[in-house]
């Protein structure tokens, strides 16, 4: 059994600046004020919008991304609109199979859960964890052994199995998914893997994500 983090990756999203002077561009059709747009014109523009919640405009440009995360997570993920998603299948991936290193890997919930591994009661709970986590691998191996097909066997796999989950999002998706994610009110462990994202766009996209 292998434990890893969480973690984000942006697999497909046009160049900065020509995010931003296409979506100027589409923005001020409304005012009809294209003659405003200058080299230095579309952050402030872009800027304003959001700030009278104009967000309409930013659902011209899309950004995808692939989440390594639980498989649990991911249940609350695909509940978001307008959006596109494709997900690792436990029904044909075949964890005995030497790609996957013949064994299944569990994403480690001591961060989204703030563990302190030092604490004796923190401790305790993530060996319990881990045994279950154990537990369900051979449960898994064993039913593969007398003859289930992956599809049967995935049944005793546990919410805690690594997954990946491509989705793609217009830019005022994102930001709602944000809002909602990074909320202190949502579950820990997608509040951890919403802010690693969060952190992402901020660098990559900065003008539409540094106010969240």
């Not at 160049?15 to 409304?30: L, Q, S």
């Not at 930013?58 to 991304?65: G, N, Y």
């Not at 890997?105 to 993530?126: C, H, K, Q, W």
Request: net charge negative.
């Amino acid at each position: 059994m292998k434990i890893i983090k969480p973690g984000v990756e942006i697999i497909d999203m046009d160049d900065y600046n020509t995010i931003i002077k296409k979506i100027e561009k589409i923005g001020r059709v409304c005012y009809k004020s294209e003659s405003n747009i200058s080299d230095e014109s579309a952050e402030r523009f872009i800027m304003n919008i959001l700030k009278r919640g104009h967000e309409s405009v930013i659902e011209h440009e899309t950004v995808t991304v692939r989440m390594i995360c639980d498989r649990g997570v991911t249940h609350e993920i695909v509940r978001h609109r307008i959006a596109s998603y494709s997900q690792e299948s436990t029904r044909y991936c075949n964890y005995t199979n030497d790609k996957f290193g013949s064994q299944i890997t569990v994403i480690d919930p001591t961060g989204g859960f703030a563990y302190n591994l030092a604490e004796e009661n923190d401790l305790a709970r993530y060996n319990v964890w881990t045994e279950a986590m154990e537990n369900a691998e051979r449960s898994y191996f064993k039913m593969l052994e007398l003859g289930a097909a992956p599809q049967e066997a995935r049944s005793v796999l546990p919410n805690s199995l690594k997954t990946e989950i491509v989705i793609t999002m217009n830019l005022r998706s994102w930001r709602h998914f944000f809002r909602l994610r990074c909320d202190p009110h949502a579950h820990p462990q997608m509040r951890e893997v919403a802010g690693i994202a969060l952190e992402v766009f901020k660098e990559k996209l900065p003008i539409f994500f540094s106010d969240m």
